[in-house]
């Protein structure tokens, strides 16, 4: 297929709701010659064609999933679960925004913008399938999906009120255990999402909620790789804390679920009703740059052997040889790949070019 009919006719709908884009998912394959990816690369001890992955959020479902790794990704993030069946926040989903590069968590407001170039904010909610349905869904991912590539899936829990970290750690379990039945490679909990206002929000500010839920997780699925999804913190100490507290229960944890911030029209009325949104794309990179350097720094002072995922801005081959200089094990994409579903492939052909360079130097001077 043509490269263009291939962007064009796949892309995630954003005009469009949740459930729409669900049920529109490619069903055709895009047919891309993949440059290859040189080194040796892996995903938590799993070997893996190149450092590139789909990050939770944009691969709704298998279909989605099939695409993605079509287009020259390895690892594939199935879009957050959970034990019920939860409906998704009302459109807008997506809301394309200005702004120069947001610092960090706190008072930020971002302008609306008409036409999505680079940055959005994000308004889902976490919804889920019924588990019934995401399992079926999860075993025809991963019979599906062509040797090599790496299936993770998402999970959150759904805490009611009353609930104790005991309960919510269960929940967790419970899904990590539904997910690993239904033949996932890797289990990510999700213990940051910004657009909820409930306890499952910002649990891995808390050492103590980090360990638990990692050490249930890897309870459920001892056998499969657990990575934590985690949000900002606030200093370096904060970080050291919950690192040393999750040693040991999780191999991976993938920074950043967004920075959030507040959403203005131009003429300066508030969306989502001034309540804070996350933000993904490349606003937020250099933050999140700075975010992975700070744990980088953290997990070897801690002496931990914990990996690290880098998930926020990056939408080039710069900025994946950047993260990875910067001490990522591996690099994820949500935003940039949904605006450009190719961008796989360009970055895999920067990088094949310059390890060829590379190759090319050392030959001329040896
Ligand atoms: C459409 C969309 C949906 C998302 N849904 C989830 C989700 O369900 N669970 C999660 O952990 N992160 C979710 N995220 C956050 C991404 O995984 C990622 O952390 C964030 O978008 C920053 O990366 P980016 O700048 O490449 O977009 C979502 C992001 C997008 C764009």
Known sequence: MPIAAAMSA?????????????????????????????????????????????????????????????????????????????ASYSPPNLVPVRHASIAGEGSTVVMADSVAEESWAISFGMPSKDPDVWQEDVEAARRELPEGKVLVVSVVASPQDQWT?????????????????????????????????????????????SREIAAAVRDAAPALPIVLKVGLFNDADHAEAVVRAVTGYADAISTTNTITAVVRRPDGTAIFDGQRRGIGGRVIGARCLAELVMLRDVIDRAGSNVRLVTVGGVSSAADVRERLAMGADHVQLATAAMLNPMVGIAIRKALSRSAAEHAGHATTRS
């Open 10 to 86: 796949h892309a995630y709908d954003i005009n469009r709701s949740y459930d729409w884009n669900y049920a529109h998912a490619p069903v055709r394959l895009p047919d891309v010659r993949m440059p290859a990816c040189a080194g040796d690369w892996s995903f938590c001890g799993i070997p893996v064609a190149s450092p590139l992955g789909i990050p939770a959020g944009p691969l709704l479902n298998s279909r989605w999933i099939l695409y993605y790794a079509a287009l020259g990704f390895d690892v594939l993030t199935y879009k957050t679960v959970r034990s019920s069946a939860r």
């Open 165 to 209: 970290l005991g309960r919510i750690a269960a929940d967790f379990a419970r899904c990590a255990r539904l997910a690993r039945d239904a033949g996932a490679h890797a289990i990510e909990a999700n213990l940051s999402c910004p657009n909820v206002a409930t306890q499952e929000g910002n649990l891995y500010a808390s050492p103590e909620a």
